[in-house]
């Protein structure tokens, strides 16, 4: 699983995709309508990529693409609400950050204590398998 930070990057990027695939959808299947205080000039031809919806079709478009974007935009704030240290100070975090690098030390540690055993075992069955050949 990605961490928090690549997850809200990944909803940024999608919420940005929807926003551009909701004015792409809006500016190719509005119903064409004159503009008030205009001189009235009859619609001869449309443009090749306006496919204008029914008013019905283009209202529940609408209402669907609106909920999209508010359940991406509540993902985000959830992402950032959960990320850490939102809820401590910066002298809290930096005591955490220097326990943390405390426990990855002795971690550390413990593994290279634990490859240097399993370097001195190698040696012993080295040497058994080496009295067994002869």
């Not at 119903?31 to 205080?37: G, R, V």
């Not at 359940?71 to 005591?95: A, F, M, T, W």
């Not at 971690?107 to 009295?131: C, H, Q, Y």
Request: with cysteine; charged share 30%.
């Amino acid at each position: 699983m990605a961490d928090r930070l690549t997850q809200l990057q990944d909803c940024l990027d999608q919420l940005a995709t929807q926003l551009y695939a909701s004015l792409r959808y809006l500016s190719t299947h509005h119903p064409s309508a004159p503009l008030p205080l205009q001189p009235a000039h009859p619609v001869t031809d449309t443009h090749p990529a306006q496919r204008p919806d029914t008013p019905r079709t283009f209202a529940a478009v609408q209402r669907e693409l609106a909920q999209d974007l508010i359940l991406k935009q509540r993902q985000i704030e959830y992402l950032i609400g959960v990320l850490p240290g939102l809820d401590s100070s910066e002298r809290d975090q930096e005591e955490r950050i220097r326990v943390l690098e405390g426990e990855l030390r002795a971690a550390e540690s413990e593994r290279g204590e634990a490859v240097r055993e399993k370097e001195e075992w190698l040696r012993v069955l080295d040497g058994v398998i080496g009295g067994v050949r002869r």
